[in-house]
């Protein structure tokens, strides 16, 4: 069912889940080359193959999807086949996300926000949101190629931000790595405006405008913190201070 690039790994820092190929790109692609810059393994998880779409075929997203994880240095890539515009609420498409889980045992999870215009992004984020709990429970038994998955839950979720505008409950610096991100994005050529294509049929975000528009709320999160680029996040409760000095640093590093 499930379809992967990349070597199989063991434990990973993050995971980032998307309802539809490009979800994770768009929304927090910057913040993933800044976390692989920082020298820990990042992997994706697209639910769906974004069959639905308007632009493109699966065959074509699959591939896009592929160039994409090279481009951002990903340890690996899965597409899952939950079916897009049918990612029901269900038993299945939950221990199919569980598996995934307890398969990559990621420090950290990325998901779609739970507020959205598409309704699968706003199904992926809570299926997701429950996965994360339900693979730490014990009792609840998975397996994957025949063998019994240990349980393993994720210290940390964080929601990214797509079509709806939502104020962060945290912002990243993502001034070094958000031009390099662009790229990721990109590599999703059908989705977007080219030049000379204008036969298809229009679609929210294939608008030349759309980019700019992409790179204006960058810009916009960048300068509520006082950096050139920035990528907003939800917290699904608060954050814990553990490090005190690392959380609050002195005003060398800081902008007055
Ligand atoms: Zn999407």
């Known amino acids: 069912m499930a379809s992967q690039t990349g070597p199989r790994t063991g434990k990973l820092y993050a995971l980032a889940f998307g309802a539809h190929p ?3 790109e768009l929304s927090c692609g910057a913040t993933l080359l800044k976390i692989v810059g920082e020298g820990h393994a990042v992997a994706v998880c697209d639910l769906t193959k974004g069959e639905m779409g308007t632009l493109g075929t699966p065959e074509t997203r699959k591939k896009e999807a592929e160039r994409a994880a090279q481009v951002m240095r990903y340890s690996s890539r899965t597409m899952l086949d939950l079916g897009d515009s049918k990612l029901f609420y269900n038993e299945e498409n939950l221990a199919e996300i569980i598996r995934i889980i307890r398969n990559h045992r990621p420090e950290t999870v990325f998901a779609n926000p739970p507020d959205e215009r598409h ?4 199904k992926a984020s809570k299926l997701v949101t429950d996965a994360v709990y339900y693979a730490g429970l014990r009792q609840l038994e998975t397996r994957m190629d025949g063998v019994v998955q240990q349980p393993h839950r994720p210290g940390h979720l964080l929601y990214y931000i797509q079509f709806r505008h939502l104020d962060p409950d945290i912002i990243v610096d993502v001034s070094d ?4 991100s662009r790229e990721g994005v990109l590599a999703f050529g059908s989705q977007f405006y080219r030049e000379g ?3 298809e049929p229009a679609t929210l975000i294939n608008r030349k405008e759309f980019l700019t528009g992409l790179e204006a709320r960058a810009r916009y999160f960048g300068e509520q913190i006082g950096v050139q680029y920035g990528e907003g996040f939800l917290l699904p409760s608060k954050m814990a201070v553990r490090n005190f000095t690392s959380a609050f640093p002195s005003s060398t590093d800081t902008m007055r």
């Open 22 to 24: 490009d979800d994770v």
């Open 119 to 122: 309704p699968d992004h706003v």
């Open 177 to 180: 790595t958000f031009l390099e």
């Open 197 to 199: 294509a204008r036969e």
